[in-house]
């Protein structure tokens, strides 16, 4: 049985558990080949549940992860107390055993953790989200002070892939004008974005500087990755975050 997950390379405590999946490994078929656990993108249900199940079985997770009704948003849920399939964009847990998630495919997926190893959080972060502060909810949201937090950025669309509208870079800039260095020049009055860059702009003004990960580009390997933006129809990443027990 193929996988291919990624694990952060980052000095996190033991006790924090982090995967984000790719798209092998499951058995979905068509657009959504073979590792998709989302049941909202038109894949058959029935293949969800098993790639669900398969990631559960194979990463022996404590307990059924915290999905999210994701909408672009800043809204931060509590994993311990959320309930089913809350509307937030992000969610954050102090209590081991609770598994925190979120799905992408060209949007950034942002993983906390606090050095002690005390709480993890994960955000969904698209453009939108993230020029409207859903980094910086997180933030506010957890227990413990920012420059005790690590950060980890995982697989996103890159920047010489994710072209956008002037919009998009007046979103940033108005908020802060530094904001400019993450986006070059495109086609007519079109620019490139760096989401990457523009997650550690965010995450450095809120005094979070220990960063890492930040490498991919989901749009150019399309053997690794689904990416909304290339194919329209595809599936979705999950990024899971949990504490291990004692």
Same mark, same amino acid.
């Given at each position: 049985m193929v996988h291919d997950w990624l694990v952060p390379d980052w000095p996190a405590p033991p006790a924090v558990r982090v995967v984000t999946t790719t798209r092998q490994g499951g058995v979905s078929h068509g657009?959504?080949?073979?590792?998709?656990?989302?049941? $909202?993108?038109?894949?058959?249900?029935a293949a969800v549940t098993a790639n669900r199940a398969r990631l559960s079985r194979q =990463?022996? =997770?404590?307990a059924q992860p915290v999905w999210l009704h994701q909408? $672009? +948003?800043? +809204?931060?849920?509590?994993?311990?107390?959320?309930?089913v399939r809350p509307t937030a964009d992000a969610a954050w847990a102090a209590q081991p055993?609770?598994?925190?998630?979120?799905?992408?495919?060209?949007?950034?997926?942002?993983?906390?953790?606090? #050095?002690? +190893? #005390?709480?993890?959080?994960?955000? $969904?972060?698209? *453009? @939108?989200g993230l020029a409207a502060g859903v980094l910086e909810a997180v933030v506010r949201s957890l227990?413990?002070?920012?420059?005790?937090?690590?950060?980890?950025?995982?697989?996103?669309i890159g920047p010489a892939a994710f072209e956008v509208g002037g919009e998009v870079r007046d979103a940033f800039t108005a908020v802060d004008p530094r904001a400019a260095d993450a986006f070059a020049p495109g086609?007519?009055? @079109?620019?490139?974005?760096? =989401?990457? #860059? =523009?997650? #550690?702009?965010r995450l450095a003004a809120c005094r979070v500087s220990a960063v890492y990960g930040g490498e *991919?580009?989901?749009f150019r390997d399309a053997a690794r990755f689904y990416s909304y933006r290339r194919d329209g129809i595809t599936g979705r990443m999950a990024t899971l975050a949990w504490l291990a027990g004692p």
């Open positions: 657009p959504w080949a073979s590792m998709n656990p989302a049941d $909202h993108v038109g894949d058959d249900a =990463l022996a =997770l404590p909408v $672009h +948003g800043t +809204g931060v849920a509590d994993a311990v107390q959320a309930g055993g609770v598994v925190c998630a979120v799905l992408t495919a060209d949007c950034l997926p942002v993983v906390f953790a606090d #050095r002690a +190893g #005390r709480c993890v959080a994960v955000a $969904h972060a698209g *453009w @939108r227990p413990v002070p920012p420059p005790d937090l690590l950060a980890w950025l995982g697989p996103a086609a007519d009055t @079109r620019w490139f974005a760096d =989401l990457y #860059r =523009l997650a #550690r702009q *991919w580009c989901t």
